[in-house]
Structure formats: C-alpha cells, structure tokens
C-alpha cells in the first residue's frame, strides 16, 4: 500500500509515507530528518513529520488522532517545536472537536508542560495501569492543589533513571496519598484507612 500511495500523483499536496525504514513521498523533496524511520509507535512519529513540516516553512500544523496519548504529547512538544498553531483534530463522530495544543500549552505554562507526559503515564495509559478508583479527573484536580509534585513529574519526564526516582520517591507517595485521602499523612495510614472504609486501595 505505501509504494501505491507514494506513487499517487498529485499537485499541491505532499503525501509521505514510510515503506519498512525508507521514507516516501509524492513529490521530490529531501527527507533526511525523516529516514531511516526507526520509530515503533506512530504517537511520537507524528512529532517527527511536525518538526519536518516546520522546517520546510509551515507555521500551522493540524494532527488527526483518536488517541489521548497524542493530544498529551502535542501540548507537550509546542514549545520545543517552535510552531505558531498546532491543532488536533481529536476523536470521530459526535465527540469530534478541534483542539489547540498551542494554546493549552500556553495556558498550563512551560513546567506544567513538561511535566505533562510523566503525569499522563504515571496516572495509567496504554502500557501502564491506572490507579484504582482514580481517572485522570482525580489525578489532573490532585495536581492542581499540590502544586508541589510537579518538580518530581518534569524530572522524572527528562531524566527517568533509577536514581531519579528515588530522589523523587517521597513526593510521588505524597502526592499518591493525597489522590486518596487529602487528610491523610502517609501511606500506610491512607491504606488502613481504606480498608476500613472497604475503600479499594491500588497495593496490596
């Protein structure tokens, strides 16, 4: 299918395709900063061919997704990708919208940014399992009013090595205990608690 797209003639629009570790396109153009495409999943792709569209001139940038994972990376990739409007078609059907990860962005501010793809994942994703009785509503409302937690989330979102974690360790049971119970002063307390209130609690 990609060597059939590829060989699609059109006019005023570039059509790029990757066929195994090359990368293909409608029309002749350089596509170094795309190839050889070693990328596994296609969320953070797409932020490739972004920074390749901006390299060659495009100010205004709309990505079509159904995914979260890729509207969280949007936000976070606007200021490093120096884009005047990156847009996101999100979702199909009746719960389809357009969304602004520019301006997002620019309301969260730069740390929150950053700090935005750890707390996504930390808070359950596809490959990571979610909190148990918390959605990301909990999560996203715990963060606003411990502020603190966001220092851990932009270091372990730029530098998530096993020391790393255990700097951040103390913060994220903090910020965990308060995700359950905001009165609570540590873990094993929230935890007891919990199992008196029949409350489920995410370890055993």
């Not at 495009?58 to 990156?86: G, P, R």
């Not at 372990?156 to 609570?184: G, K």
Request: proline share 3%; net charge negative; hydrophobic share 40%.
């Amino acid at each position: 299918m990609s060597l059939k797209t590829a060989s699609v003639s059109t006019e005023s629009t570039q059509i790029i395709v990757t066929h195994h570790q090359d990368v293909l396109c409608t029309s002749l153009r350089m596509t170094t900063s795309l190839a050889p495409c070693t990328q596994e999943e296609a969320d953070t792709r797409m932020f490739l061919h972004v920074s390749d569209a901006v390299n060659h001139g495009h100010s205004k940038v709309m990505i079509h997704t159904v995914d979260s994972d890729v509207l969280v990376l949007a936000i976070a990739a606007v200021q490093q990708l120096i884009v005047d409007e990156l847009w996101i078609a999100f979702s199909s059907g009746k719960s389809f919208r357009y969304l602004p990860a520019h301006e997002i962005a620019h309301a969260l501010g730069p740390e929150k940014c950053i700090a935005l793809p750890f707390m996504h994942a930390f808070s359950g994703c596809d490959t990571v399992s979610c909190f148990a009785g918390r959605g990301k509503k909990t999560m996203w409302n715990t963060w606003n009013i411990f502020d603190e937690v966001t220092t851990a989330f932009c270091a372990l979102a730029t530098n998530p090595d096993p020391d790393s974690i255990c700097e951040q360790l103390q913060l994220l049971e903090r910020f965990v205990v308060v995700v359950y119970d905001r009165t609570s002063t540590d873990v094993k307390n929230t935890r007891y608690q919990g199992q008196r209130s029949n409350q489920r609690w995410p370890y055993s």
